[in-house]
């Protein structure tokens, strides 16, 4: 049965039909159960809930990050089945509504089959952007054998509800797992949150997670990424953190709050894990730097401002902290790379990933 709407561009391409399966059997399955793993969300186990930070967390925090919370970016539900087909049904904490992202990025799921580091892209959900809830087919009669599948949860919305679809004679399994309980902490602005990636799985974080096997938790916080040291209190109660990644510039509403935000993140986190690598990214370009001065010499300022915070933390006897030069990661073709001007398109991020690839090995695989 099609989905109502107002738009309709099936009519003229047949590709682009919304249809629920209403004629298959499906097994339906929380992955809030085993053998589920849901990854990228530290408290769920304690509450219950597709939420990134805890519901009574210990330090205040704003309404803003409050609500950005429960938004699902980074977030991913693994497990092995032999199912030659796969849905689900999503409910939504509300409906797809940003006029620069695709409603696929925001509220969508995708999928993806491999284990980490030979992960391939399958499909992405396709449902009404009007509505809240939606079902949607990922893939159908593929060859029964077991897969490693890997769902990623919208970027820009809450889920108050998924379940996974299978075939009812199939197996579900647990996902292997990676080789340790370690994970990488990424806490930054709407860049890290995913803003503004055409599907989940693009997302500069669920790129990394294909490259790496290890578990990583996406903390990027839309426009509200400030540094606060209620923010710092929080991460540094997340455990086993492997590397703290710290990309939150571009937030920060004056270059004085930057300097006095960032010994002091550092300090709190330093407090309880003296010893995991944390890594400061400075801001990418934007593409009006080509043609506004004023704008470049801002960036550099602030870059240089970090630079020197974490050298001097470095002489302090900080190792284990480190710099990266956000201006180079989209590389020499920057003006290309964004959606909006500010915010990556999946080209963008495609850059952002494979740049940090090599940092992010060394630190925490000790690779050169």
């Known amino acids: ?152 949860l919208p970027l820009y919305q809450g889920v108050k509800e998924i379940w996974v679809g299978v075939d009812p004679s199939s197996i579900v399994a647990e996902f292997p797992g990676f080789a340790s309980h370690k994970k990488v902490l990424i806490y930054g602005t709407s860049i890290t949150h995913g803003a503004c990636a055409s599907r989940p799985g693009m997302a500069y974080s669920n790129i990394l997670s294909r490259k790496f096997p290890i578990e990583i938790v996406n903390l990027g916080f839309s426009g509200n990424a400030q540094g606060e040291p209620e923010l710092a209190h929080l991460i540094s109660q997340i455990d086993d953190p492997a590397l703290l990644v710290l990309d939150y510039e571009g937030n920060t509403p004056s270059t004085e709050r930057l300097q006095a935000s960032l010994p002091e993140f550092i300090r709190i986190y330093r407090l309880r894990y003296p010893e995991v690598p944390i890594l400061v990214i400075s801001q990418i370009q934007f593409a009006k730097e080509a043609f506004d001065e004023d704008m470049r010499r801002r960036r550099e300022e602030r870059k240089q401002l970090q630079w020197a915070i974490v050298e001097q933390l470095q002489q302090e006897g900080d190792a284990h902290l480190h710099f990266c030069d956000g201006g180079e990661l989209l590389g020499p073709d920057y003006q290309e790379c964004t959606t909006d001007g500010i915010h990556p398109s999946d080209l963008g991020y495609f850059h952002i990933a494979n740049a940090l690839s090599p940092t992010i090995s060394k630190l925490v695989f000790q690779q050169p």
């Open 1 to 152: 049965m099609k989905a109502s709407r107002s738009n309709e561009i099936e009519k003229l391409d047949a590709s682009m039909i919304i249809e629920a399966d209403t004629n298959s059997d499906w097994e339906w399955h929380s992955p809030r159960s085993k053998p589920f793993r849901i990854t990228g969300l530290p408290w769920l186990e304690q509450d219950g809930v597709y939420r990134r930070l805890p519901l009574q967390p210990s330090h205040s925090i704003r309404s803003e990050v409050d609500r950005l919370a429960n938004f699902t970016a980074g977030v991913q539900i693994r497990f092995q089945t032999d199912s030659p087909k796969l849905s689900v049904r999503v409910t939504l904490a509300d409906r797809a509504g940003m006029y620069q992202m695709p409603a696929t990025g925001q509220c969508g799921v995708d999928c993806y089959i491999g284990s980490s580091g030979a992960q391939a892209y399958v499909n992405t959900t396709r449902f009404d952007q009007s509505q809240p809830e939606y079902e949607s087919i990922l893939f159908e009669a593929l060859p029964r054998q077991m897969r490693e599948i890997t769902l990623n």
